[in-house]
Each structure stands twice: as C-alpha cells, then as structure tokens.
C-alpha cells in the first residue's frame, strides 16, 4: 500500500543516473517510483523484473513490472535508492519515505529548501522547492487491440486518478505514434469515471498491435480557451470497439513523415487479423521474453538478453550456418546482428500460427456435406496414420470432430521411403468455388532480378500449417480414421484454394515491398538488392514483418546475402539466369522412357526450360502426343501401358538431352536498356532471337 496525505506534493530538480529531471517528494508514499518512459530514455543497470501491484489510498492500481537501482543527486551528493518501476505512474519520477530515511533529508516547510544532513547532522545538499511543472495525465490503452491495415478503431482509454473531478480534457497524442503511422488526432474528451473514447486509424499495409496500457498520450487538466481552436469532443456514447477494415480513404492535414498523409484504399475482404494470439509480441511500452517471460525496457535489452541466455544452441548454430559463406568480418557481423534481432524466426521448438487467419478458404455454398468412408489400411500403415495423428493433435494443427464431412486418408510414399500423411480432398474440391487471387508468373519474377547483386531466399516451416483456418471452415476438411473423427485447425494441404489463399495472406503481410525488393511465389520468398548496404535495410524490413506477423522460417532452405542463388528452378547470378544443375542433372539421367506417363512426365520437366532451347516446340513435337488429354488417356491403366519410341520420337527425346548438356545461360531483361530482334530466314522457315543492347555487346534474352 502506497499511503496518501492531504499535503501538496513537493516538487524539486534532481539527477537521476546523471540526468536532470523534477521529482515529487511525497511523503505519503513508502517507496520510490519511476515511470518506465523516463527509465527508458537514461543510463540504467540491469532491470529486475518483479511484478507486483501497488494500490494508493483512493484504490487506484499502480501496476508495478520491477525493480531498478537509481542514483539520485542533489547539488553533487550522491544518494541510492531501489525504486519500483511503473507503467502507469502519472509523473515520472515520485520519491518516497525509502529515499527520504535512508538519505536523512529534513523537510521543514513549503517556504524552505529539503536539506540532506550526514552522519553528524551537518548539511551536506539542499534542493529548494520548484513550481510544478504544467500537469499532463498519460492516457492509456484499456485492452489489447489488433488493427487490420488500412483501419479504424474506436476505443476504450482509461486515465489516472488525478483527474477524479474533470468532466472534460485536452487530449493530445505522442509524437511516436504518427512516425508509426497510426493516427490520433486532437481532441475534446469526455471524461466518465476515468474513462473515455479515442479513434485510432491504422495507416500501415500490414497489422499493428498495441497492448493493454499502452500510453497513446496525454490530457491536460485545463483546456485551453482559444477561439481560434476547435476540437472535435468525443462522447462516451454510442457503438465502440468496431474494426472497420473497409476501403476508404481518409486525408489530412498533418505532416508525417515531413509530407501529408493519404490512406489508399485496400481491400481486406479475404484476410482477417486475430485480436489477442500472442499478446507478448506487440509490446510498445513493455518488451517481454518469449521463452522465460522475462520483461525488458527496451527492444535492444531484449535482443541482448535472447542472444546471451535464452536463444537456444541450436538457433545460435544457424544463424553461423547461414553467414558462414561471409568473407567480410564487417559484413558477416552486421548481418548476424540483424539475424540475431529476428532470431525467434528460426525458434522451431513449438508450433506457430501466424497472426492471420484464411477467409472463404473452402466456400462450398449450399452444397450439402461429402461423406466417404476411409479406406481399409495394412496393420502398419495403421500405426503410421495414428503416430502422424498424434504428432498432429499435439501440435494443435488438428482436432477432433463432429463434422458431417469427410474425406478418406492417403499415404503417399517419397522417394526417400517415408511417408507423406496426405487427405484426399477432391470430392471436396469438386464443389468448392474457386478462388481467382492471382499467383505471380515465373517470368515476372525473373524480370525484376536484372539490377540485384544480393539475393536473400527465404522458405516458411510448413507454410500452410502456419495459415489458421476460418472456423466455419474447418468441419469441411474432416476426416476419419477406423475409430476416430478429426478436422484440421489449420490450412491443409490439397484444397483447391490453398495456393491463392496462402498467396494473399503471405502479399497482404509483405505489403508494398513487393516488386521493389521482394518477390514471393506462394511460400517461396526472394529478397533482392543492388548493394549489401541496401540488402541489409530490405532484410530487416521483410524479417520484422515476418516477425511481427509470428511466422516461423525453416532454416535449412533459407540463403541469406549471396551473390548467386537458385530460385524457382533457377540460377540467378550476376543479372544472367540458367537452369538449376541439379534440375538439368535429373533430366540427363533420365532412362529412355517405357510408358506414357514417363515420356509425358520427361517433356513437361524439359519445358520448364524451353526458353533456353532453340526450336522446343518443334524438337518436342513426336513426344506430345503422349500428353494425356482426354479422360481415357489420363486413366492410371492407360497411362503405364508399355509402349515402344519410334525412331523420331527417340530422336526427339535424345535431342533434348544433348540440348540440355550445354551452359545455357540468358540475361535478365533490363527495362532500361533497349530491345532488339534478330532473325534469321531459309527456304523452310524464320527464326528469330530475342536481344537486349548492352554496352558490351548483344545479349540474348529469349
């Protein structure tokens, strides 16, 4: 308990931790405090975390989240005191009985100076008595709130106790707030039993999460009276708490950012962000460890503190892995330190479900549900279908159910020989409504590639199972074993509208970074640069959106600043691009085919490169004709029916290998650089190559 008296509070200057700052000395209170926002802005030893609740008098909570050692300095004399350290303290620095005790001050009236006195009663310091300063109350946040992009909130704030008899204040919002892009205006509020109303607008491309007692600003106690000053008053009434994430735009006249702001309109309709999934990640006024639950100050304490004792062996050895290839010392440690910021990316030791949620993934309309029986098993594929089920359900991935639908299991045998637990979703799919979002073409994403020097790949850890799924959605993808009945929480692999589902949950958090440094093919992600300078600042960005959007990264399929990588099949280096050697390697060793679906399956992996062979369409010609393209033919029987190649048909298939043997390379076009086609003609045909003009002669585009 935190005693109070009727005496006004005494103000005077101190140095705290060597900076200047006006106190309270309140010689009601037991024990000094100091606001974490003044803590966060001086020189402090290691913070003690230590939560606990202080109460005043008149049952206000002063929510206290540790202990910190200060030195206070009065006129040279040095004084130390353990202070608790508030989140909602209304002034920033209260000095109590402790420090009053234990450094000997006498107080002797409100016209005099508090002195300090030693051991022999001598004056050693005094500090005269100051006007108090003009008294703001902080305003803070009453709940947890997520903000889709592009949104506005109406929310519930709350004030301190201070402001007991106020009916009306000034409301004014932190300057941090517009350098974040969410936007508070100036207002008028009504206050009701210490509460009160605020919108808030999300001018982000991507999700904010502000937390419980969150300091959006201040009120003064006494409006000031302007004729020239009109506020808008904000009543208690009326219908708060909504989301709107509708398309709008909303102009203004404050500078941001030193230029005005206008929010551009975005649809959202598809994605829809969680309201409290992981409350510790969105901290703004408190930073707290994920894996001990430790609270720091600053982000940089956190960082330090998850480098030096919580990161795992295992996350310490990856982050090495993935610079090892770093000649540069300067280099290696500017981008480890970025890596160690974001670390908890590569922390695989439990589940994660990013902060998104699927929308009308599986829109079946008014079709009623699907119903088949599961397939009868061997005793040992039985046992593999309940140990996955098991690591499923502990991995909260899966539930049990009490669906009408269900779809029957598949266990697919890798080359490897595991097993890949698989459900069969095409009666599902049959009657699902197709999704339009669109997946990026390949060749787009080639085209932006002709400046970068530096290319970082990044690959999600089980990306679908990252993506929860809508709970109206979630009975539909149910399926049975011989005993038991169970639906998927999350995304599942083989619905219809996974691809373009998890295509626009993966753009909407990537934001405006797309296509100027960042491409993304579903769950494979290309970060892209001209100098390391620049790839630094563009990986920091895309990793605290993935951060901050609680995605998880496997790391083993993750190269970070390289000046040559493979991407889609690809080798990018350099502004030229060739087909991956392992890719061409598979297709070389490559048997003479006996069936149909063997030649079928060789042409469609070669014409993934027919941009790098000459005449594809015509070499390839004999061989297409294996295509399956009515039902019959894409039967199974009908598909591996021995058949023998021809001689032309050999001849086309031995072609495409010999092809394939030399270094095909091409340039990446250059937007900036003109174009040019070069033909070529005989008595048989044209042809025609395409060129791009370079400064040290012709290259070949296409």
């Not at 480890?336 to 994660?352: E, M, R």
């Not at 929308?359 to 079946?364: D, M, R, S």
């Not at 060739?578 to 890719?583: D, I, V």
């Not at 019959?632 to 591996?640: D, G, L, M, T, V």
Request: aromatic residues 8%.
């Amino acid at each position: 308990m935190i005693p109070s008296q009727s005496s006004t509070p005494i103000y005077i200057n101190v140095q705290v931790n060597n900076k200047c700052q006006h106190a309270i000395i309140d010689t009601g209170s037991a024990v000094t405090i100091i606001n974490q926002q003044l803590l966060k802005k001086i020189y402090h030893k290691k913070f003690i975390y230590k939560q606990k609740l202080h109460k005043s008098a008149n049952c206000t909570s002063i929510n206290i989240i540790g202990e910190i050692e200060l030195e206070i300095k009065i006129q040279g004399h040095k004084t130390l005191i353990l202070a608790d350290v508030a989140t909602n303290l209304i002034t920033d620095l209260l000095i109590g009985n402790d420090w009053i005790s234990n450094s000997n001050v006498i107080i002797d009236s409100p016209q005099r100076p508090i002195f300090l006195i030693d051991r022999y009663h001598r004056i050693v310091a005094t500090a005269p008595f100051i006007t108090p300063p003009d008294f703001q109350s902080p305003v803070l946040l009453v709940n947890e709130i997520t903000l889709p992009p592009y949104s506005e909130k109406c929310i519930d704030v709350k004030i301190p106790s201070s402001m007991n008899n106020i009916a009306e204040a000034l409301f004014e919002p932190t300057p941090n707030f517009h350098s974040k892009q969410m936007l508070l205006t100036n207002a008028l509020l009504k206050v009701v039993n210490n509460k009160s109303r605020l919108t808030i607008i999300n001018a982000n491309d991507r999700q904010r999460t502000l937390s419980k007692n969150t300091k959006l600003g201040y009120v003064s106690h006494q409006p000031p009276v302007n004729k020239h000053l009109t506020l808008p008053v904000l009543s208690t009434k009326g219908v708060y708490g909504q989301t709107h994430p509708k398309p709008f735009i909303h102009k203004r006249n404050d500078r941001i950012a030193g230029r005005s702001c206008a929010l551009p309109t975005r649809n959202t309709r598809k994605v829809q962000f969680m309201d409290s999934t992981c409350r510790t990640e969105h901290y703004d006024e408190q930073h707290q460890c994920y894996v001990c639950q430790e609270q720091f100050l600053t982000r940089n304490d956190l960082q330090q503190h998850l480098r030096h004792e919580c990161y795992p062996q295992n996350i310490r050895d990856q982050i090495e892995q993935l610079t090892s290839h770093i000649k540069d010392l300067n280099h290696k440690q500017q981008l480890q330190q970025i890596l160690w910021k974001h670390g908890k990316l590569f922390d695989l030791h439990q589940p994660s479900i990013i902060k998104a949620t699927a929308q009308n993934a599986i829109e079946t309309g008014n079709h009623p549900p699907i119903y088949t029986p599961p397939y009868r098993v061997s005793y040992k594929d039985e046992q593999i279908q309940r140990d996955e089920i098991n690591k499923l359900l502990k991995q909260g991935i899966i539930e049990e159910s009490t669906s009408p639908w269900s779809s029957p299991i598949v266990l697919v045998r890798k080359k490897d020989g595991t097993v890949r637990f698989c459900v069969d979703f095409r009666k599902l799919n049959n009657v699902t409504t197709k999704d339009a979002f669109p997946i990026p073409r390949i060749d787009d994403i080639f085209d932006h590639l002709s400046q970068a020097e530096y290319y970082t790949t990044i690959d999600f850890k089980s990306g679908y199972f990252q993506v929860g799924l809508d709970l109206k959605d979630r009975p539909k993808t149910a399926f049975s074993t011989r005993d038991q009945h169970y639906q998927f929480t999350v995304l599942p692999q083989g619905v219809t509208n996974g691809p373009p589902a998890f295509q626009r949950i993966v753009s909407q958090i990537l934001g405006p970074t797309r296509w100027q440094h960042l491409l993304a093919y579903l769950d494979d992600v290309i970060i892209y640069s001209p100098t390391f300078d620049q790839h630094l600042i563009h990986l920091d960005d895309i990793l605290n959106r993935l951060n901050d959007a609680n995605f998880r990264l496997n790391v083993n399929k993750c190269h970070i600043a390289k000046t040559s990588i493979d991407y889609l099949g690809h080798r990018i280096e350099h502004g030229n691009i060739r087909p991956n050697a392992e890719n061409i390697r598979a297709l070389l060793e490559t048997v003479q085919p006996i069936t149909a679906k063997e030649i079928f399956r060789f042409v469609k992996a070669a014409e993934y490169y027919r941009k790098f062979i000459p005449r594809f369409s015509i070499i390839a010609q004999s061989l297409h004709k294996y295509a399956p393209t009515t039902k019959e033919q894409r039967s199974q029987k009908s598909q591996s029916t021995p058949i023998t190649l021809s001689d032309e048909e050999l001849n086309a298939f031995n072609e495409l290998k010999r092809i394939l043997t030399n270094d095909l390379v091409l340039r990446i076009p250059d937007e900036n650089l003109p174009f040019k086609i070069q033909t070529d003609a005989s008595k048989i045909g044209i042809g025609a190559v395409l060129m791009q003009i370079h400064p040290n002669g012709d290259l070949p585009i296409a």
